[in-house]
């Protein structure tokens, strides 16, 4: 089965336009997830929409409300919100280029794929494809997904264009209320430089599939031996020690803690006889003249 698109519309550089389409780039399909049941007769629990005077509701007989003041709603239908158009509901209008990697990542959100709508909008859409990939740059645009208008990156990628979309910078929390009593001193260099070495002796290529979802894992080896009427155990993650010393730890965590102290080779008592102690000023006996 096709993939269905989220949106359909234009791309659209100065008078240039061209017809796209829009794909959620990630799934949450394959996540473990669970229903509420009753835990006596094991029956999905179906929420229902309850009126506090009428009780259970019909979802036919709800409609999307706003609250201006406390308790005081004013009705939004269909109607109002077909009424709110505005470019960016069919197009995707590109207002200005930045360089990749200049968008701080906390503004990103959810990814999409972007491709061309029919066989006639492919050579526009490689030109502009090329044209980004070529630069280096991300388009800056806007659309409306979910009733509300995002501002969102474009950037090439593989044979079609990668979509983001941008939180809102009110969405963004400041960090002083996190960061600002932490002290900003410059640590002490030699635990720097060791910390850094140690950086350098992990360092390798990002591959996601060296990094699954262990918890989903073990979770569905879990359900597996559950369903198979076992009782599985399964073993906890080893607590790890306090770290003591921080000089000491990134030594060993670099294979440079000091080797254990070499001990002192044991005399042969048969080799080296023992000296008389003269009993009265616990010195050595002196030896006998020749």
Avoid at 90 to 107: C, L, P, R, W
Wanted: glycine fraction near 6%; proline fraction near 7%.
């Amino acid at each position: 089965m096709a993939p269905r698109a989220s949106w359909k519309g234009y791309l659209k550089l100065s008078l240039v336009s061209c017809p796209v389409r829009l794909y959620p780039a990630t799934s949450s399909s394959e996540r473990i997830a669970f229903n509420q049941l009753h835990k006596d007769t094991h029956n999905r629990i179906n929420m229902k929409p309850v009126d506090p005077e009428l009780g259970l509701v019909e979802r036919t007989d709800l409609v999307k409300g706003y609250e201006y003041e406390d308790k005081k709603y004013i009705i939004i239908d269909e109607a109002d919100l077909d009424s709110v158009r505005i470019e960016s509901n069919h197009t995707m209008n590109i207002e200005a280029f930045v360089e990749e990697g200049s968008v701080d990542v906390i503004y990103q959100d959810a990814p999409y794929y972007l491709a061309p709508d029919g066989a006639m909008a492919e050579e526009t859409f490689a030109v502009l494809r090329e044209a980004l990939h070529k630069t280096g740059k991300l388009a800056i645009a806007r659309l409306v997904l979910s009733s509300r208008e995002r501002v969102v990156t474009i950037g090439s990628r593989e044979n079609g264009m990668f979509v983001c979309t941008l939180r809102n910078p009110s969405e963004v929390r400041g960090t002083a209320e996190y960061f600002g009593n932490i002290p900003a001193g410059d640590p002490d260099p030699e635990m720097l430089q060791l910390a850094e070495a140690l950086i350098q002796q992990k360092l390798t290529t990002f591959d996601p599939k060296n990094y699954e979802d262990r918890y989903e894992i073990a979770l569905m080896k879990m359900i597996k031996e559950k369903l198979k009427g076992h009782k599985p155990i399964i073993a906890a993650a080893p607590e790890r020690g306090n770290v003591i010393n921080l000089m000491d730890a990134l030594k060993a965590s670099l294979g440079q803690s000091k080797p254990p102290a070499k001990s002192k080779p044991k005399v042969d008592a048969a080799a080296k006889p023992v000296e008389k102690v003269a009993a009265s000023g616990g010195k050595p006996a002196a030896k006998g003249k020749k």
